[in-house]
């Protein structure tokens, strides 16, 4: 009684705090989302998982903005659209970022930008620090030193103008910035999207782990805008041990957005490997502007833990140390090399968990053939469901390179690119496109190779289960054969006992019955047990299908009729 009257005591507080909150939220006097959104959530900090998060489901039709209906399903009731009402022009030039995306694309409106959870999948968490790192290349194509470069931007949700001024500052001296954002908070995206002009669809197939590539804002011999959304697979370690799973194959589906523990693999630290699926979200102004080329990288929050602002930008720095990269650089001044470079990453990423998934995957075939363990043939089939996905992202990265390399800068036209100096280019772009698409050829091989391992492997022990059944259902049989031998020995002995010891007037003379009786009672009986054992099957050559249980008493009857009518169609000349 005292837990129930607690619990009922809960609910109501955490009921009065909701209406609260929505109280607050209503009398917000800026039409947008607050900036300090209440994160009421359990992800995040202090949140103990036995396995990395489940990605959502991919909702691929919100991918691009080419689909003319941004988060509109049509199954919703058109009528519960919201009219499109331009968005109030802020009275400052500071804050004219609030009105984002409403006042840079109309068609966005509020109900969908609830409905492609924009706001509600940014970081929420107040301990979640949301930092922007900052990478600089020079005209020359060389790379600002890490000690030339300013520190990360550390966002204060208090002091937000500051962020604001200091995006509108024009970098001089650049080919291309790279921004990454770790943690981004609603009002970042808010100001990000309003100061490069971007597509609210970078953002919501982002946040919602959508691939995507697209090109738009294309201005002849100025500059473009081009965005590629891309999930690949990476091994991470995981130190918190996953308990032990005896599931079997009926009681729990496959979920292919579910990390796959590699239980063979270990990291130094002996924490087990999971292979899960990451994001590299790129979204690119290619502009002939003084200013130079902006790079735009997404990360997802901590409660994902996965590739990190601060990893990708020490990556990123790592190719300015490349020699044949730097000749890339010298040779050529379009900034798309450098988001080319970015790409071999996810690239290294498949070759790394493919080498580790076919480690494991060796490992399950051997204890799998000399143990008979039903639970590693149950892991087996969840691979096998697992690599069928991978096999479809593996194909998302090869149309995200192949979309690179056939969508050339608008740049290129203008005066900074002579004829020669184009054609170089082109060319240069579709050689270095073909050598990232001969290694992606190369992994689906891999692919494909460790598919086929694992489809062996299954079938190979279900096999051998089948032929240790078959040798049980062998010597079963044999056992019934020879119960049958000493049945049959025995059976004329049983038989002459029998007859010897009825009660009937030929064998005993003081009896009172004969053997005609018995042998008529015996036939009557047997007749009305054989007629209820046919009434009695559902499925049966003596009645027709989906007979009632009255139907099927009268069996003898129907069956009779059935077949005379048979006989009479099958002799249409002999009725009269």
């Given amino acids: 009684m005292l837990r129930a009257g607690f619990a009922r005591e809960v609910d109501l507080l955490w009921h009065r705090i909701n209406i609260f909150a929505t109280i607050i939220y209503r009398q917000s006097p800026c039409p947008c989302l607050p900036l300090n959104t209440l994160h009421w ?22 991918a691009a903005p080419s689909g003319p209906w941004p988060w509109m399903d049509l199954e919703s009731d058109i009528a519960l659209e919201t009219e499109l009402v331009p968005s109030p022009i802020q009275s400052v030039e500071r804050w004219k970022w609030r009105g984002y995306p409403q006042n840079l694309f109309g068609n966005w409106a509020a109900d969908r930008v609830a409905r ?17 790192y900052c990478v600089d290349v020079l005209e020359s194509g060389d790379f600002k030193s890490t000690n030339d470069t300013d520190p990360p931007i550390e966002v204060d949700e208090s002091a937000l103008s500051q962020l604001w001024d200091q995006l509108q500052i024009e970098p001089t001296g650049l080919r291309l910035r790279v921004l990454l954002v770790d943690n981004m908070k609603h009002p970042v995206l808010q100001m990000l999207g309003t100061r490069y002009n971007i597509e609210p669809c970078f953002f919501s197939s982002s946040l919602n782990w959508i691939p995507s590539r697209y090109q738009e804002e294309v201005a002849k011999k100025k500059e473009d805008h081009i965005t590629v959304t891309l999930l690949f697979v990476r091994t991470a370690p995981w130190d918190k041990p996953a308990a032990p799973s005896h599931v079997s194959c009926g009681e729990k589906a496959t979920d292919t957005q579910e990390s796959l523990r590699l239980r063979s693999v270990h990291s130094e630290s002996l924490a087990e490997k999971y292979l899960l699926q990451d994001l590299l979200a790129l979204h690119m102004i290619r502009s002939s502007d003084p200013s130079g080329s902006t790079i735009i990288s997404y990360h997802p929050s901590a409660q994902w833990n996965r590739t990190t602002a601060e990893r990708l930008k020490n990556l990123v720095h790592k190719v300015g140390e490349s020699v044949y990269w730097q000749k890339i650089f010298k040779q050529s001044k379009d900034p798309t090399f450098f988001f080319l470079a970015i790409l071999w990453y996810a690239l290294y990423a498949w070759d790394e968990s493919l080498d580790h998934l076919y480690t494991h995957t060796n490992w399950l075939e051997t204890n799998g ?42 740049v290129l036209e203008s005066s900074k690119f002579t004829d020669q100096a184009r054609r170089d280019t082109n060319k240069l772009m579709r050689k270095e496109c073909d050598n990232l698409l001969s290694e992606i050829d190369r992994l689906g091989f891999q692919l494909k190779n460790i598919t086929e391992l694992a489809r062996a492997t299954v079938n190979f022990v279900d096999s051998r289960r089948m032929q240790d059944l078959t040798i049980a259902t062998v010597r079963d049989s044999a056992a019934m054969k020879q119960i ?22 030929e064998i005993t003379s003081d009896s009172t019955e004969t053997i005609y009786h018995y042998a008529v009672t015996s036939i009557v009986f047997t007749v009305l047990t054989a007629w209820l054992v046919v009434a009695f099957q559902s499925h049966s050559s003596f009645h027709e299908p989906g007979s009632g249980f009255w139907q099927r008493l009268a069996w003898p009857f129907s069956y009779v009729i059935r077949h005379m009518l048979r006989l009479l169609r099958s002799q249409p000349g002999e009725l009269p």
């Fill in 484 to 505: 049958s031998y000493l049945t049959m020995i025995f059976l004329p002995a049983s038989f002459v006992a029998g007859v010897f010891g009825m009660n009937v007037k």
């Fill in 41 to 62: 959530g359990n992800i995040g900090h202090g949140t103990h998982s036995s396995k990395p998060p489940t990605i959502p489901a991919p909702i691929y039709r919100h």
């Fill in 369 to 410: 053939l000399s143990t008979n363990d039903n639970n590693l043939t149950t892991e087996l089939h969840t691979i096998q469901a697992q690599l069928l996905h991978y096999a479809s992202l593996l194909e998302d990265f090869r149309k995200s390179v192949t979309f690179v390399r056939n969508t050339p800068s608008p």
């Fill in 116 to 132: 492609s959870k924009m706001v509600e999948n940014c970081s929420r968490e107040p301990r979640e620090k949301c930092r922007i």
